[in-house]
């Protein structure tokens, strides 16, 4: 790799404010803020709106849309077309 060209890569606390959970990762990001971490050390802080612990995906809250239901209401609502 060329010197120089890359940014510096190191430890960043990950933090997401919805579930109260944060996260220490390596990382290219940098931040202003910091945050005294539970091994002692202080690192930048990157607020994230999303995680693991608060994405309804992982959470198993998704919602399933019921995708055959809206077709057949479209087809009964404006009636199915003829083939050309």
Known sequence: MKPGIHPAYGPVVF???AADYAFLTRSTMTSDKTIYWEDGNTYPV???EISNVSHPFYT???RV???AGRVERFERRYGRRGAL
């Open 15 to 17: 933090r997401d404010r």
């Open 46 to 48: 990157v607020d994230v």
């Open 60 to 62: 198993g809250t998704a």
């Open 65 to 67: 849309l019921d995708t």
